[in-house]
């Protein structure tokens, strides 16, 4: 879930420097047991639809996101590196320092009445997880998503939170006039694996739930396959059970996405692996010699065998559903990104 831009009228190329200006953070923690450990930035955005950089190669132009940093804590997220532009750690800081722009709904309201907005899709949960725990406290959502349906705005959402069920009938209110798509992040159905790897998220199974509610409700849910965790989720029974309980879940499609590992979040992911899998460190280091990514041969390996398994179970294209998918990049070598412009793997 993650994308910043970093061009002339970006948010961050010119508030980020002024974001932990005194005037302009108010800095909170909770002591709640949902919040304890967590720090959360408080602050008043400047603009809040931010423009995908041209350079990318991502299927939507346009994103909106409220936080930066996620209490997900997933170890492979892309987004780490993104918290180093605030100068943030981007380990355990990333966990556990949140910004919260506070002024989203309202900024994002007018920013779709202005006469230059010319109503185009955007993407959200494509950088952070818009529906991670501080959601539950600071509700953005809700007001997001009333001002998209309020201008009739095409947008989708991806996410692991199923907190987005909160919001399921101002979703559903949404539809009736515009389009929307919902997809949900489920890499693995792994217990163990989840527990370690994707320590602050909701079970996979309870995402699915999150994916069959939409369902019943008229709204195809698509499951971005996100990550493929190489010798730890790829055999070809984990992939089968994962495809399975995607296909169980009503899902209209299923995007598999190998784990990419690029610098920020490379490094907290292989300091997680020696720790935990230390037998899989020098198969790593061979695997993701070249770059980020897997070679070719693996990801389009990958690609083949849940498109199979996806069509064996019976996943296909929603009948009467408003899902668009958010379409992962294509494999590539290192892209020419200038910046965080990559799905965080949500
Ligand atoms: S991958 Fe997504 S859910 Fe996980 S920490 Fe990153 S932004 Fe949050």
Not at 76 to 102: E, N, P, W
């Amino acid at each position: 879930m993650r994308w910043e831009n970093l061009t002339s009228d970006s948010e961050h190329s010119r508030a980020d420097a002024a974001l932990f200006g005194a005037d302009a953070v108010t800095t909170r923690t909770f002591d709640t047991p949902e919040f304890r450990g967590i720090t959360f930035h408080e602050i008043r955005a400047r603009s809040i639809i931010n423009r995908v950089p041209a350079v990318s190669r991502m299927s939507f132009q346009w994103t909106v996101n409220p936080y930066r940093g996620c209490s997900h804590a997933c170890v492979y997220c892309f987004a780490r590196k993104t918290h180093s532009y605030l100068d943030l750690d981007t380990g355990l800081g990333f966990d556990s320092q949140i910004v919260v722009k506070i002024n989203a709904p309202e900024l994002l309201r007018r920013q779709l009445g202005s006469r230059r907005w010319q109503g185009e899709h955007i993407a959200m949960g494509t950088n952070v997880d818009c529906y991670q725990r501080a959601e539950g406290r600071y509700r953005l959502m809700p007001g997001i998503i009333a001002a998209l349906r309020d201008h009739a705005n095409p947008f989708s959402i991806l996410t692991k939170g199923t907190l987005i069920l909160r919001d399921l009938e101002l979703i559903k209110q949404a539809a009736r006039v515009t389009d929307v798509g919902i997809s949900v992040s489920v890499g693995f159905t792994e217990q163990e694996l989840w527990r370690t790897v994707e320590p602050g998220t909701p079970a996979p199974e309870r995402r699915l739930e999150v994916v069959r509610t939409f369902g019943d409700h008229g709204i195809g849910c698509g499951v971005l396959m996100a990550p493929v965790i190489p010798f730890l989720s790829d055999s070809p029974a984990q992939l089968r059970a994962t495809v399975r309980a995607i296909a169980a879940s009503g899902a209209t499609s299923v995007t598999p996405l190998v784990l990419h590992l690029r610098p920020g979040a490379r490094e907290w992911f292989m300091a997680w692996l020696g720790q935990h899998h230390p037998h899989l460190v020098a198969r790593y280091e061979r695997l993701y010699a070249a770059g980020s990514y897997a070679p070719k041969w693996y990801q389009r390996r990958i690609t083949r065998q849940v498109h199979e398994l996806a069509e064996e179970y019976g996943i296909g294209p929603t009948r009467a559903g408003t899902s668009r998918r958010i379409s992962p990049p294509e494999p590539a070598p290192e892209p020419p990104v200038a910046g965080p412009t990559q799905l965080s793997l949500l």
